[in-house]
């Protein structure tokens, strides 16, 4: 059970538009703030997660590595659509831990339970 | 506890709708709104409406007949003025865009 | 009592901003108090006063001046975001000319967790 304010689906895989940074950049200060963010991925959103990428090789910035500093800013509700790994062929190889893999009954579940919610 | 859900893109375009529908719960409302009108004659409606169940959809009317597309008698048109009003008789709303 | 706050991310010369906008005049004359719009993304480029919209096609700034100024509408600009669009605000803006529009107020995210904060409902455009 949560008590965060604030929940943020993640749906946009990292690098072609701008999504996946300005949603980090919200999730951040909610939580520089103390108010309380949880983080859903859900579609080509799990893609933000997946570990050994290169962003350097097409000159983007690696904003992913900030995923590391969530446990800093208290951000620990972090939840991945498990059907969404599945249809892209993806394993539960992350490049940050304490995630929870939830089946969409589960996961939407978590979502419901906070207060607002928005979506990158 | 209910979710407001606005579809804003088609679903023979982009998977916002599809993605809304795995997680959308039976007391939920859907409205239909921009090209998420497009919606209205994709079979993932047509599914949804063939199925016994409590999710509502709604379509901004003048959204819909901009796009020379006719609501099925099953499917309420709304206003903007109706939409706020659901913004408010829901506990939150997510939009998918 | 019901709040309102709305996130726009979309630019001025979207469709979608329609709706946007019209959402809002239809919450003002359902006397909703709304605690502010704040622009965010693409929704940045409305306080760039260099963007000119033909004169046939909707004018999304003219309307947000009209409820700016006739129900006092708060419109918060993320500064970041701004900037990246080619908006400048102030004297430290490097050289460029000051181009933002003046009804909008220069904010950072942390207005939108206050508008969060003050609101009951978030509605993201």
Known sequence: MTTNL???INSSAPYNRNLGKESLDVALIFA???????????????YQLIDQQNPQKISAKDYLK???????????????CQ??????????????????VLPPETFAKHLAMHQQILRF | MSILHLIRSSAFHRSDFEQCLSIAQSNDTIIFCDDGCYNLSHPLTTNLLAQENKLTIKVLQDHAQARAIIAPQ???GITMEDLVSLTFTHDKVITWQ | MDKLAVLITTPP?????????????????LNVNIVGVFFYQDGALH??????????????VAKLTQLHQEFGLALHLCITAAEKRGIACDALSEGSAININPI????GLGELVSLTTNSTRLVQF
Not at chain 1, 32 to 46: A, H, I, T, W
Not at chain 1, 66 to 80: K, L, R, V
Not at chain 1, 83 to 100: A, G, P, Y
Not at chain 3, 49 to 58: F, K, L, R, V
């Open chain 1, 32 to 46: 520089s703030f103390e108010q309380g963010v949880s983080l859903f991925f859900q579609g080509d959103g799990v």
């Open chain 3, 13 to 29: 010369y979207s469709n979608l901003t329609v709706t946007a906008i019209d959402y809002i005049e239809a919450a003002l004359r």
């Open chain 3, 47 to 60: 306080a760039n006063s260099n963007i000119h919209i033909a004169s046939d096609e909707y004018q999304a």
């Open chain 2, 74 to 76: 099953t499917i309420e």
């Open chain 3, 104 to 107: 909008f107020t220069v904010s």
């Open chain 1, 83 to 100: 059907e969404s790994l599945t249809v892209r062929n993806l394993s539960e190889s992350f490049h940050i831990d304490n995630v929870q």
């Open chain 1, 6 to 8: 604030l929940a943020i």
């Open chain 1, 66 to 80: 900030t995923f590391s500093a969530f446990e800093f800013y208290d951000i620990e509700d972090i939840y991945i």
